[in-house]
């Protein structure tokens, strides 16, 4: 690790917690993603019991993305408070154009916001960071149109900084692959429904388990499109058979590679 990376990571840091002190109360959008976790152990340590933080259970994420997130709440004894969203309730998302994210991102943080009424107003705060700032995200608009607080961007943070400083914690999400709702694994202008989310989680599922912790399966209508790191291509196709045979039963009609490898947001409006 680079000294000097670490050194500014965590001046950075000491700024964060000054930030969190001076909200006095705050309810953290917890999603049990890098950032999201880092953010709640800071603020926890900062703030105490003036620290709460509320997980949205929906479609939009995998049972096993839910299932890890609910386990570091019981490791660390963090305070999350578990709701459910409907995801699918809202046309816009089901509707899926390109500022899809916006519609999904302004319910939910409304939701956020109803619950810190009940929580002594609690200062609502996100886990977005200086690295999101460089990428299409329409839901960050409708963050800042309803006044979610965003420390880690405010500190300066970056994605490689979170993830140091979360190593240096001990949180065992500092080298976790960055998350991203399921629907952003399908096309914009196409319909999104339960059944559509629930297989590419499961074709998800089933990449993981074979060892691609780091995966995508964008589904363009009967083709799911495989996003891994190059460095995985030789196992892929050395694998292919074993893969494409559970894909191919979950209802795909054809089964590719995307020789472009892994990289987010590879369906974002150019």
Request: glycine share 6%.
């Amino acid at each position: 690790m680079d000294m000097n990376q670490q050194e500014v990571a965590c001046e950075k840091e000491v700024q964060l917690i000054k930030r969190l002190k001076s909200l006095n109360k705050v309810l953290v959008a917890f999603s049990g993603g890098v950032d999201s976790t880092y953010l709640l152990a800071v603020a926890q340590e900062s703030l105490g019991q003036n620290c709460q933080a509320v997980f949205a259970r929906g479609l939009m994420i995998s049972t096993q993305e839910e299932q890890e997130a609910l386990a570091l709440v019981t490791k660390y004894n963090f305070p999350v408070q578990v709701i459910d969203f409907d995801v699918l309730g809202l046309q816009e998302f089901r509707n899926n154009p390109p500022n899809r994210c916006y519609f999904c991102k302004k319910k939910l943080f409304e939701t956020f916001l109803e619950l810190s009424k009940s929580k002594d107003n609690a200062a609502v705060i996100d886990g977005t960071n200086a690295s999101d700032a460089q990428d299409y995200r329409p839901g960050r608009v409708a963050l800042e149109e309803l006044g979610i607080i965003s420390p880690l961007l405010e500190a300066g943070l970056t994605k490689a900084e979170i993830r140091i400083l979360s190593k240096l914690r001990n949180l065992p999400t500092w080298n976790k692959p960055s998350m991203a709702c399921l629907a952003s694994r399908v096309p914009y202008g196409d319909a999104i429904d339960a059944e559509l989310l629930q297989r590419i989680a499961r074709a998800e599922a089933i990449l993981q388990q074979k060892g691609y912790l780091e995966c995508r399966v964008r589904a363009h209508g009967e083709i799911a499109r495989i996003e891994i790191p190059i460095n995985s291509f030789l196992k892929c196709i050395q694998e292919h058979a074993e893969i494409t045979a559970p894909l191919l039963e979950l209802g795909f009609r054809f089964v590719t590679l995307d020789l472009m490898g892994l990289r987010s947001g590879s369906l974002n409006p150019i």
